[in-house]
């Protein structure tokens, strides 16, 4: 009988066990579907972001993978806000990092949203030298829970510097934002190159790609000897 207890006991814990594995394999497929999406066209479309909520629910349930998925997708939630310049969702809205927030990314993402805020603000140097303040705070918070974090530290100096420019009348305003988009800036030829001498390489089609991996593909080999 007591075989019999044990032998349930394990078939349970392996059952639970595979549910857990089951529904972590799930999120990570949204995750990467978002993380696809977000990289190739800078935005997650409502059905990923749909999958994503779905995700949520599921990764609320796992005891020890849970909290590292709901963090990835808190942030690759905040990276889209971002980069469509949804930066009060950042910094007051709903992805605003909470008090307990661990992620220096989500951090960092939110102090860079609370400067391009108040740098849009505009008005008087001495004004926008004040609006500077609780950026420097946000740059503060991020080093203090990650003093290693390069992007957060060359901020804080940047945004220090200017708002001492402003408050000193050494400065009349905040540079123009970067109109870069999260690809980066467009490519195109070098300057006095003509355009026949220009290739474009454009990627193989799956089934292109296919064909060169198919064995007897190319030049037949001869036997030496």
Known sequence: MKSVL?????VVALVAAAEGFRRA???EEALATADEQLTTTGAISRDADATLDAAL????RLPVLGPRLEQQVRRNRATQA???RDYAALVSGPLA???TETDATIRLLSANAAFRQAAKRGGTPQVIARGFDDVLKAY???????????NGAYNYEFVSRLRSALAGGRASGTPEPDS???QGEPGEPPKGTPKSDFNVIVPLRPEER???LDPGAGAEFKRKG
Do not use: F, H, K, T
């Not at 044990?6 to 394990?10: D, E, I, K, Q, T």
């Open 180 to 182: 870069r988009s999260m």
């Open 6 to 10: 044990v032998s349930l006991v394990l």
């Open 97 to 99: 990092p909470a008090a």
């Open 140 to 150: 503060a918070d991020v080093l203090d829970r990650d003093p290693a974090n390069v």
């Open 25 to 27: 394999a799930a999120i």
């Open 210 to 212: 296919q064909e060169q």
């Open 57 to 60: 629910g599921l990764a609320s």
């Open 82 to 84: 971002y980069w469509q």
